[in-house]
């Protein structure tokens, strides 16, 4: 009896750490989801772009688009989640060419018609530095009229950006406090040591310095709502939490009008400072 307990327990722990080591070495699939054939462009929902490279501080040449806006008051630098590419983003692209404000989109390295590849958090963190280095060096927009919104994965790219540049505002949607948080909440069985990826959102949240708002919706069944109010009490004022209805990716357009209504209460806040 002793030796088949001995033998039972032996096996399961043999198994976890099986599990365990194809987790930490697959890691990387089950959290980026990048395509790289292009669904449409702005075009097709009658939005006038420019399609443009820039390049990382390490040398990879990056896509993303422009979207300009009459009379614009600020310019959004939008970060987006895990999947996909800015092709995907188009319901979005559409909705913000209502607002008084440039929009600039890219993809992160391997995504879309973006080169390199991702081997940790700081070749996501170079990414958007050199996104907003081409707004601020390339089109020569001021740093206090960017807003850097980051949706999903994408706000943990949007906090660092904010915390490292002086930015008018920063916008979080659907968005964790950190990649280890969000796997104890799914995975409370994985050790937290093993993720190579952090994408702390709080951490950086702490030393932001702009406005902040925080959107969340309680029937979001990828990101937990929890993390939204976590996010919101750790934020710097003035803040704005927008509590949201419908699923991770169609919250924003269910709630269209009370989306887009917050979003300019949030551009008055931010030229107020």
Known sequence: MLKTLCLTIIIIAVSYLVVILILFFSQKKMIFFPSGNMAGTPAETGVVFEDVYFRTGDGVTLNGWFIPAERAEYTVLFCHGNGGNISHRLDSIALFNQLPAGLFIFDYRSYGKSGGKIAGDEDLYRDVKAGWRYLTETRNIAP????????????????????????????????????????????????????????????????????????????????????????????????????????????????????????RKFFEIVGKQ
């Open 144 to 263: 206090g009229k960017i807003i850097i919104l980051g949706r999903s994965l994408g706000g943990a790219i949007a906090a660092h950006a904010a915390a490292e540049n002086p930015a008018g505002g920063l916008i979080l949607e659907s968005t964790f406090s950190s990649l280890p948080a969000i796997a104890k909440k799914k995975m409370p069985w994985v050790p937290a040591w093993m993720l190579k990826y952090k994408l702390s959102t709080i951490d950086s949240l702490a030393k932001v310095k702009c406005p902040v708002m925080i959107i969340g919706s309680p029937d979001d069944e990828v990101v937990p709502f929890c993390f939204s109010s976590e996010l919101f009490a750790k934020a710097p004022e003035p803040k704005i939490f927008l509590k949201l209805t419908g699923g991770h990716d169609d919250c924003y357009f269910l709630c269209r009008t009370k989306y887009v209504s917050a979003l």
